[in-house]
């Protein structure tokens, strides 16, 4: 029942689901463009790789991030719809 609660109190945050959409898609972007540079400016070796992988985790995070984010503004605004204003 408690992640019930959490989706209705998390449904009202408009603006922090927002912001974590914003903030994870730039996160997102920060860690794709790290996965570019590395592989145009450094030559193969093991901290072109090192700075590949890095940019890969913070990329996912990001990603989850902002995945997060545009669920809970997209498929929450349903609840909101579907309770009752009495």
């Known amino acids: 029942m408690k992640w019930r609660q959490w989706l209705r109190r998390r449904a009202y945050q ?16 920060a860690g794709l463009g790290l996965v570019v540079l590395a592989n145009r400016w450094l030559l193969p070796s093991l901290l072109q790789e090192l700075l590949v992988l890095l940019g890969l985790v913070v990329g996912t995070l990001g990603g989850a991030a902002a995945l997060l984010g ?3 503004l997209a498929l929450l605004r349903v609840i909101r719809m579907m309770e009752k204003h009495d």
């Open 70 to 72: 545009y669920l809970a």
């Open 14 to 29: 408009d603006k922090a689901n927002l912001r974590l959409f914003v903030l994870g898609a730039s996160v997102f972007f």
